[in-house]
């Protein structure tokens, strides 16, 4: 769910009106100005929140923009969650989804796009060189091969680049990550157009690209995040990984990282993000708002240039590369639906602080339903297990098979109570010590670890040399995610876990552990 902030007009007759069917109305005496809500794709913001403040500052009608993650906003308007006006997801394909969801026809079968950017494969050079590239092509039937035979690199003479490590971002939020899944059952089904219902479910296609999936070594919340991950942690967190364009052009500007990453468009085709400029034809938007929307438009389109467009890294036009054709709704519908069956599973231990400290600012209870949210997401092939720290490090569940770990981390869940003041680093210690032994190459291994970080430092130097000490592979090494509350003092200690264990480190107050929560399990 996406908590979105409610804009309140105070009207000079001292009478307040908020309106959450996206068109807010505020009167004076004089004139009405009416308010548009506008969801935009969070990579576009760049492009368009100048322009955005620039129509507002000349206009009576008032776009109220939200940059949002086009899963998530796709999400939230079929569950009329989000009343937006207009909408500019990263694809159309995120329109057609929103149209089967909503059991409805809300969205134009053509709209504007406002710029567009190719999907490539992201790879480190020295390994694109090795495939042949610039000269060769290289298309998902190398990359695949790649990533799921077990020869790995050996195959083209390198033995020392170890196994191929594919990347992708969640389809469930990040067109790259949907894409990247319809990409592999287009290669599978040996096509570039008129993917079926049929295609998909055919048992020989479904369990290729399941062989696929759990060939992959992470997962991803976006593509920015991905990348920076590889720029942090090099080769040995990914080799390759299915981004648009734009982001390795900002990668290379911006990397830390010797090794530039290239841009491979695959072969046999690959998908075009091409922005559209929606204007919902959903219930809550009345003849006003589409007015009003239809004159921002009208204003919007000619502003975006060519050059404004390459200074954001876009094209203004879809490039001149060789397309796959998207996916009607329902395709699209089934093949998400399938990632969520055949995607690789995780073995996640959760660690939960329950010092006396965490029983102050609601934090105790904010834990509780992040990690109900957490559970949620989870599938039925993952493990899960549950410790606490407090006045002694407890393995309240064992790691184990979600459908029997899951409804007994829940009941352990509704019965933390805070008590004793033992640092968590213990804890995780344990945890890490559990998924470790299960050295299983088949799985994403992670800890996920909540802590107001109160307390002394206890069992954190030993902590830490047992996490420098792991191998990258895939299989021995086990990645520490960590979620510090704002306020407490303890993003140093729980920042330099996650970056040591080529995890990622989050933040927040107790309205937003959830949220963070939610935004973990998109790594598995």
Same mark, same amino acid.
């Given at each position: ?368 339903? +992040?990690?109900?949210?957490? =559970?949620?997401? /989870?599938?039925?092939?993952? @493990? ?5 720290? !407090?006045? %002694? &490090? ?60 109160? +307390?002394?430092?206890?069992? =954190?130097?030993? /902590?830490?040399?047992?996490? @420098? ?5 895939? !299989?021995? %090494? &086990? ?7 704002a306020s407490s003092g303890s993003g140093g200690a729980l920042a330099e876990i996650a970056r040591a264990s080529r995890g990622a480190f989050f933040s927040g107050g107790s309205k937003d552990i959830a949220s963070l929560y939610r935004t973990i399990s998109l790594y598995f």
């Amino acid at each position: 769910m996406i908590a979105r902030a409610v804009r309140v007009v105070i009207v000079a007759a001292a009478v307040a009106a908020v309106v959450v069917a996206g068109v807010q109305r505020a009167r004076d005496d004089t004139r009405a100005a009416v308010h548009v809500r506008y969801v935009v794709s969070t990579d576009a913001k760049g492009l368009l929140q100048p322009l955005v403040e620039t129509f507002n500052r000349t206009h009576d009608v008032q776009v109220d923009a939200a940059y949002v993650n086009s899963g998530q906003a796709e999400e939230a308007l079929a569950s009329g969650n989000d009343r937006a006006v207009l909408w500019t997801p990263a694809s159309s394909l995120w329109g057609r989804l929103l149209d089967h969801d909503a059991h409805a026809t809300w969205v134009a079968a053509h709209n504007h796009s406002l710029v567009s950017s190719p999907e490539v494969i992201a790879m480190w050079k020295n390994l694109a060189v090795a495939l042949g590239w610039p000269d060769a092509k290289i298309g998902w039937k190398e990359v695949l091969a790649l990533a799921t035979s077990g020869s790995g690199w050996t195959a083209y003479g390198h033995p020392e680049f170890g196994p191929f490590r594919l990347g992708h971002t969640n389809p469930d939020i990040s067109t790259s990550g949907l894409t990247a899944v319809a990409s592999e059952y287009y290669a599978v089904t040996h096509k570039r157009t008129d993917l079926s219902l049929q295609d998909i479910r055919r048992p020989a296609v479904r369990a290729s690209v399941r062989t696929i999936e759990r060939s992959i070594v992470h997962y991803g919340e976006t593509a920015k995040a991905f990348t920076e991950q590889m720029d942090q942690y090099g080769r040995g967190y990914a080799h390759a990984v299915y981004v648009q364009e734009r982001e390795v052009l900002a990668f290379n500007r911006k990397r830390r990282h010797t090794t530039p990453l290239v841009r491979v468009v695959p072969a046999e085709g690959t998908f075009v993000a091409d922005y559209p400029l929606i204007v919902l034809r959903a219930p809550w938007v009345d003849r006003q708002a589409r007015a009003a929307a239809a004159e921002f438009r009208r204003w919007l389109i000619p502003r975006i240039t060519a050059s404004l467009a390459t200074a954001n890294d876009f094209h203004l036009r879809a490039p001149a590369v060789r397309t796959l054709a998207l996916p009607r709704s329902e395709v699209l519908a089934g093949l998400r639906d399938n990632w969520h069956a055949d995607r690789k599973p995780a073995n996640v231990v959760l660690v939960v602080d329950t010092s006396l400290s965490m029983d102050g600012a609601g934090r105790l209870d904010a834990a509780r339903l +992040g990690l109900l949210s957490f =559970l949620r997401e /989870l599938s039925s092939e993952d @493990r899960v297990g549950l410790v606490t720290s !407090g006045s %002694s &490090v407890t393995t309240r569940v064992p790691l184990g098979d979600v459908r029997h770990s899951r409804p007994a981390v829940i009941r352990a869940v509704s019965q933390l109570s805070a008590n004793g003041e033992l640092a968590v680093y213990g804890a995780v210690s344990r945890a890490l010590a559990q998924v470790r032994s299960l050295r299983d190459p088949a799985r994403i291994n992670a800890v996920v670890v909540l802590s107001d970080g109160a +307390g002394t430092s206890a069992g =954190l130097d030993r /902590l830490m040399r047992s996490i @420098r000490s792991q191998s990258p592979a895939e !299989g021995t %090494s &086990v990645r520490v995610f960590t979620v510090a509350y704002a306020s407490s003092g303890s993003g140093g200690a729980l920042a330099e876990i996650a970056r040591a264990s080529r995890g990622a480190f989050f933040s927040g107050g107790s309205k937003d552990i959830a949220s963070l929560y939610r935004t973990i399990s998109l790594y598995f």
